[in-house]
C-alpha cells in the first residue's frame, strides 16, 4: 500500500508547526524524543451516537498515515442508548432530521456485518481498527444501562478500570473517578482520569457530577497525564463550565484535559488555566448537524504523548474535509486499496 504521506500535501502527516507565545497551538516535535516512538490516541468529544462515523474516522486516518492509533479517547455523550425508549427528549428532537443520533441502538447492540468489517483489514493492515476506545459519559446517556453494564465483567485485554457497554466490546467506559493506563509503542504509558456527567444539572440527574469524585482524586495522591471529562473547565472555557473540574486540574496538574459538553469558539481548539500548565482541549460534534449540511472538520485531534511531553494537532486532512452526510461511508484516503 503506497503510504499517504509519502506523496501528500505538505502537513497532511504532522503536527502544525505555529508555536505562538500564548502556547494555543503546540509545536511539531513537543511529543517526540529522538529513539523513542511516541503513542498516538485519537481525540473526540461528543458523539451522540455517531459512533459508525467515529470509527469510519480513526480507520481513514491509519490508513492515511500508514500507523495503527494506539488508543482512542471520548469526552463523553457517547450516546449510549440501547433501548430507544429510553431516548432522552434533546435525542428524539435531532433524531428526526438526523437518524445516526439513534445508532447506538440500531447498530452497537446486536453485531451486524456492516460494523465487524471496520475493524478488519478490508482495505489492508491499517484499516484495521484493534485501539481501544475509552470514554466517559456525558449527560446524554441512558445511565441505568451504563450501571447495570459497569456490573459485567471486562472485555478481554480491555483497559484496566473499564467496562464495555457495546455488542463488540470495543467500547469502553472508564469508571467514575478512575485511573487506567493506555500502552503505546516503547512501553510509554498514557495514565488517564475520568469523570463522569456535567457540574450543573438537576440535584437528582443521574449525570451530575459527585462531589465524591472529586475529592477522591484531589486527595489520593495518585499522579495522572490526562483528565477525560465531559463538562468543561469553569476560567478555562469562556463561559459555563465546572469548578469542580477546575478544583481536580489545579490540585492534580495534568498534562492534558479533554472535555466536551461545549463547542469550540470560532474554531479554537485549545484552552488554558491562568497558572496551570495543564493544555485544554475540545473538539466539535461528531455529527453532520441537525440540517446535515455540517462537515467534519474540527470534530478529530491526534495527541503525540512521549512519557512526559505532549504533541496535538486538529486532523486536517483532505479525506476528512471531503466528507458529508450524503457520501461519508464511501470517502476512504486515496492510497486505501481493497
Known amino acids: 500500500m503506497r503510504r499517504c504521506w509519502e506523496s501528500g500535501p505538505k502537513g497532511a502527516g504532522g503536527l502544525e508547526g505555529d508555536k505562538p507565545e500564548n502556547g494555543l497551538t503546540l509545536s511539531p516535535n513537543s511529543g517526540e524524543i529522538p529513539g523513542i516512538h511516541p503513542m498516538k490516541a485519537a481525540l473526540f468529544s461528543d458523539v451522540h451516537g455517531h459512533l459508525r462515523i467515529l470509527l469510519h474516522l480513526i480507520r481513514n486516518w491509519q490508513i492515511a498515515h500508514a500507523t495503527h492509533l494506539d488508543a482512542a479517547l471520548i469526552a463523553g455523550d457517547l450516546g449510549c442508548f440501547p433501548d430507544p425508549s429510553k431516548f432522552d427528549r434533546a435525542t428524539k428532537r435531532w433524531i428526526v432530521r438526523d437518524p445516526e443520533e439513534a445508532g447506538f441502538a440500531k447498530y452497537f447492540t446486536t453485531p451486524l456485518a456492516e460494523v465487524e468489517r471496520l475493524f478488519e483489514p478490508e482495505f489492508g493492515e491499517f484499516s484495521a481498527i484493534r485501539c481501544p476506545i475509552v470514554f466517559v459519559p456525558g449527560n446524554h446517556e441512558d445511565y441505568g444501562y451504563i450501571e447495570s453494564a459497569s456490573k459485567k465483567a471486562p472485555a478481554p485485554n480491555a483497559p484496566e478500570n473499564t467496562f464495555p457497554v457495546d455488542c463488540y466490546k470495543r467500547f469502553h467506559c472508564l469508571r467514575d473517578g478512575a485511573f487506567t493506563t493506555l500502552l503505546g509503542e516503547d512501553s510509554v504509558r498514557l495514565r488517564v482520569a475520568g469523570i463522569w456527567g456535567i457540574e450543573n444539572a438537576r440535584k437528582d440527574a443521574p449525570y451530575q457530577i459527585k462531589n465524591s469524585t472529586v475529592q477522591q482524586l484531589r486527595t489520593q495522591g495518585q499522579t495522572f ?41 470560532n474554531g479554537i481548539h485549545e484552552y488554558a488555566l491562568t497558572g496551570s500548565r495543564t493544555k485544554l482541549f475540545v473538539f466539535k460534534t461528531v455529527s453532520f448537524g441537525m440540517d446535515q449540511s455540517e462537515g467534519l472538520a474540527g470534530a478529530m485531534g491526534i495527541l503525540e504523548w512521549n512519557g512526559s511531553r505532549a504533541g496535538t494537532e486538529v486532523v486536517k486532512d483532505d479525506w476528512l474535509q471531503q466528507m458529508y452526510s450524503n457520501n461519508w461511508e464511501r470517502t476512504l484516503p486515496e492510497c486505501a486499496t481493497a
Not at 497525564?225 to 486540574?249: C, F, K, M, N, W
Not at 492534580?252 to 469550540?264: D, K, R, T
Open 225 to 265: 497525564d490526562l483528565l477525560l471529562t465531559h463538562d468543561a473547565p469553569a476560567e478555562g472555557y469562556p463561559t459555563g463550565g465546572s469548578r469542580l473540574i477546575t478544583q481536580v486540574i489545579r490540585a492534580c496538574c495534568p498534562e492534558i484535559h479533554l472535555f466536551g459538553h461545549v463547542p469550540p469558539i
